[in-house]
T-cell receptor, first 113, second 112 residues
Framework: DGGITQSPKYLFRKEGQNVTLSCEQN?????MYWYRQDPGQGLRLIYY???????QKGDIAEGYSVSREKKESFPLTVTSAQKNPTAFYLC????????????FGDGTRLSIL | GNSVTQMEGPVTLSEEAFLTINCTYT??????LFWYVQYPGEGLQLLLK?????DKGSNKGFEATYRKETTSFHLEKGSVQVSDSAVYFC???????????FGGGTRVLVKP
């Protein structure tokens, strides 16, 4: 079945460490997105990519970095510069034309030790 | 810029009650509109969508009609079940592959 796989489901980070969250999709979608969700709140866009080797900052990009070397993969690195990284991170993908809806992974919950 | 406003929750209902979650939007042109549902500890699932004025999206007993005159996309279900307990997000998209703008989400709790 096609879908989006995020791993790991739970992730713990020590203060001062960088950590990378994985997102892989086999839907043949061109566009991919990273969102952050804090408890009881909506989703905020961190980064998005419309095409391989290109990506743009979203609303809250500071302290995060991404790469898009392959169409299927859009990893997110939470750097030590992100002072409040504890959150639920959601990856999504969509077509660039035609079907408009974004499809979401099951999320990664990041916590600071 | 684009924005989506949802009614604040939590909304607490008894089983078989009627559910309405209000959603209004601000956008230029003709955005596509979506409702997503998030069950505890999971990602978002697309519930329904509408791409032009007067379109009605429907799925799993839920319905929403794209009302351009009132810039609204209210979600309704005639008879809720305990399994409908979740957080519901209204969202808009201006162009295919473009960014989604989400509302803040509305938590719904259905009691037996």
């Amino acid at each position: 079945d096609g879908g989006i796989t995020q791993s790991p489901k739970y992730l713990f980070r020590k203060e001062g460490q960088n950590v990378t969250l994985s997102c892989e999709q086999n839907l043949n979608h061109d566009a991919m997105y990273w969102y952050r969700q804090d408890p009881g709140q909506g989703l905020r866009l961190i980064y998005y990519s419309q095409i391989v080797n290109d990506f743009q900052k979203g609303d809250i990009a500071e302290g995060y970095s991404v790469s898009r070397e392959k169409k299927e993969s859009f990893p997110l690195t939470v750097t030590s510069a992100q002072k409040n990284p504890t959150a639920f991170y959601l990856c999504a993908s969509s077509m660039r034309t035609g079907e408009l809806a974004q499809h979401f992974g099951d999320g990664t919950r990041l916590s600071i030790l | 810029g684009n924005s989506v406003t949802q009614m604040e929750g939590p909304v607490t209902l008894s089983e078989e009650a009627f559910l309405t979650i209000n959603c209004t939007y601000t956008a230029t042109g003709y955005p596509s509109l979506f409702w997503y549902v998030q069950y505890p500890g999971e990602g978002l699932q697309l519930l329904l969508k509408a791409t032009k004025a007067d379109d009605k999206g429907s799925n799993k007993g839920f319905e929403a009609t794209y009302r351009k005159e009132t810039t609204s996309f209210h979600l309704e279900k005639g008879s809720v079940q305990v399994s409908d307990s979740a957080v519901y997000f209204c969202a808009l998209e201006k162009a295919a592959g473009n960014k989604l703008t989400f509302g803040g989400g509305t938590r719904v709790l259905v009691k037996p």
